[in-house]
């Protein structure tokens, strides 16, 4: 009998883990493997190439280690890369592999969330110019009106440790500004990237209190628990030991320690090249 397989979660840097958090909080039970590409992060502002180059070399690298299922935790591999690896790609894996990623089940997780149909959208600049939410809004809710707003600054501040010091206030509130300049009848905010639940207390600060926030953690945990609860096959072949195994293209020390800080709890990290 062929042996059990994990999940792989996938992100440009450390911001996928606040999706693996809440992934692992939900289905404790599997086995995970998490890459962060932290060597070649900020991902959110090159060009669709160079981003689906990237993301494919680490889908292909954690298929490679055994995963069967791969979460692509990265808004801006979501958007840029998604489509083409699920066409072009998947099938030379062989058919049980699956990539999936995290525009989709947000997108269907907020529809029902806004009064004032007015949504704002804080993320890359690749997600946002990819105008990847709008379409899946559209196809959900085409009364809704999406507004996005590109924080280039926000990624680097968080990679850098930065995102609780001083400096970071600067931006934060820059980039909600230009947001509400936008449109002021959202009610309705999404941090479209992983990485910004890091700065979550500074953005609730600089939100006006009517406006709800809407973090993506627990929404993907509670779409890929469905996923598995409709699928048997991919449920019954993956090993259940509750183990986490983290990889970074980064230098391996450097990552436990922010990781772990990120985690609130010690992890260890080994480096691997993608
Ligand atoms: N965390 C990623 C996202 O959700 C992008 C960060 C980056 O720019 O690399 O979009």
């Not at 690749?126 to 999406?146: F, H, N, Q, W």
């Not at 639940?197 to 209190?209: A, E, F, G, S, T």
Request: proline share 4%; glycine share 6%; aromatic share 8%.
């Amino acid at each position: 009998m062929a042996s059990k397989q994990v999940i792989g979660v996938f992100d440009s840097g450390y911001g996928g883990l606040t999706i693996l958090q809440e992934i692992r909080a939900l289905l404790p039970e599997y086995d995970y493997v998490y890459l962060g590409d932290n060597a070649r992060t900020p991902y959110g502002s090159r060009s669709f190439e160079v981003v689906y180059n990237f993301t494919r070399q680490a889908v292909d690298k954690l298929f490679s280690l055994n995963c069967r299922l791969v979460v692509l935790a990265c808004n801006t591999a979501s958007a840029k890369a998604l489509r083409s690896i699920q066409q072009c790609d998947l099938p030379h894996y062989g058919t049980e592999k699956r990539v999936l990623g995290i525009i989709r089940p947000t997108a269907e997780a907020i529809c029902s969330q806004t009064q004032t149909r007015h949504i704002g959208l804080l993320g890359t600049e690749g997600t946002v110019s990819s105008g990847s939410y709008s379409m899946e809004i559209r196809k959900l809710a085409p009364d809704i009106c999406v507004t996005g707003q590109a924080c280039p600054m926000w990624v680097p501040l968080v990679e850098n440790g930065e995102a609780a010091s001083e400096g970071a206030d600067y931006f934060v509130r820059k980039y909600i500004d230009d947001l509400l300049r936008k449109d002021a009848d959202i009610d309705l905010v999404v941090l479209a990237c992983t990485h910004y639940p890091l700065l979550y207390d500074k953005i609730r600060r600089y939100l006006p209190q009517h406006i709800n926030i809407v973090q993506q953690g627990p929404i993907v945990a509670e779409s890929l628990r469905d996923y598995l609860q409709r699928h048997d096959d991919m449920r019954s072949a993956l090993s259940q030991n509750g183990t986490c195994t983290y990889l970074t293209t980064e230098q391996s020390e450097k990552f436990a320690r922010s990781a772990s800080v990120f985690l609130q709890s010690p992890i260890d990290a080994t480096h691997t090249d993608i």
